[in-house]
């Protein structure tokens, strides 16, 4: 089975119904004219090793020795990943609002850790991760990055597999907002 490229990615997105237009607020609370509905690749475990194998080839390099992904989206592309490249696989969840490692997963002083997330904006959920790894001693050895709908720069090496360029507007400059259009909030964050 090959690696997933850039525009099987987007032709996936796309036959899948997974790139909806409308008015979203997304899990970054910036609001957008359109929301990718990740999940629509995730669902399918034959796609996912695909995307997975494609992170893991350009990773390799970067010799993880554990991937690390925030839950609950990162869950099912962390493991993949971590298959592909043969490592361990943690996530990162809340607790209290407060970004941790729970369930007795661990990070040692020094541990090579690839930061693996489904879909892009602003790097809020990315920027979290990064900053458990680091206050657990580990290194980040990259990040790995489905889509991103921004440039983004984490200060690590970057892969990134389709790029995506969207509008998203803060609340205050929302022009869906100034013209009265309802929102709709499909992300998981909305859903606790």
Do not use: W
């Amino acid at each position: 089975m090959t690696a997933a490229t850039a525009a099987d990615l987007l032709r996936e997105l796309e036959a899948r119904g997974a790139i909806l237009n409308g008015h979203f607020r997304l899990s970054s609370g910036r609001h957008s004219n359109v929301f990718v509905q990740k999940f629509r690749l995730l669902e399918d475990p034959v796609l996912v090793e695909r995307v997975a194998r494609a992170l893991a080839d350009r990773a390799r390099e970067l010799t993880p020795e554990v991937v690390v992904s925030a839950a609950v989206g990162g869950i099912i592309l962390g493991y993949e990943t971590a298959r592909q490249l043969g490592t361990l696989s943690i996530f990162v969840e809340k607790e209290q609002g407060v970004p941790t490692l729970r369930r007795g997963f661990a990070l040692r002083a020094g541990q090579r850790a690839l930061v693996v997330e489904d879909v892009v904006t602003t790097g809020g959920s990315v920027n979290e991760v990064l900053d458990v790894v680091r206050a657990h001693g580990a290194h980040v050895a990259g990040v790995g990055v489905i889509v991103r709908r921004a440039m983004v720069d984490f200060g690590v090496p970057t892969i990134t597999l389709l790029d995506l360029p969207v509008d998203s507007f803060d609340p205050e400059q929302c022009p869906q907002c100034a013209a009265g259009e309802p929102i709709t909030e499909p992300g998981s964050r909305f859903l606790r």
